[in-house]
């Protein structure tokens, strides 16, 4: 069973920090990229950061210089640091996983507040 956990969200005020993990368990196929998507209350959900299994990462330009994204292939699981946190960071952060055979796999999310 693919199960893929995310913890760490919360409520926090303007200018915090917060730190999101994501433990991806039962893939049978070799994970390419892992990340962090976010949706926040009517709006489209948006990629936020990824990172490939070669190293690479990608931002969300709002968020180039707050947010680090890293991971553990080893453990395939991937961390998001959030800091200076705004209140429009405000969403449901869902972590993704694709392998290399592109399936792609969601983890349920976990809702961060910021509040100004």
């Known amino acids: 069973q693919v199960q893929l956990v995310e913890s760490g969200g919360g409520l926090v005020q303007a200018g915090g920090s917060l730190s999101l993990s994501c433990a991806a368990s039962?893939?049978?196929?070799?994970?390419?990229?892992m990340g962090w998507y976010r949706q926040a209350p009517g709006k489209q959900r948006e990629l936020v950061a990824v990172?490939?299994?070669?190293?690479?990462?990608n931002y969300l330009d709002s968020v180039k210089g707050r947010f680090t994204i890293s991971r553990d292939n080893a453990e395939n699981t991937v961390y998001l640091q959030m800091n200076s946190l705004k209140p429009e960071d405000t969403a449901r952060y869902y972590c993704?996983?694709?392998?290399?055979?592109?399936?792609?796999?969601w983890g349920k999310g976990t809702l961060v507040t910021v509040s100004s």
């Open positions: 993704n996983a694709l392998t290399w055979t592109n399936l792609n796999y």
């Open positions: 039962g893939i049978r196929f070799k994970i390419n990229a």
């Open positions: 990172a490939t299994s070669g190293g690479s990462t």
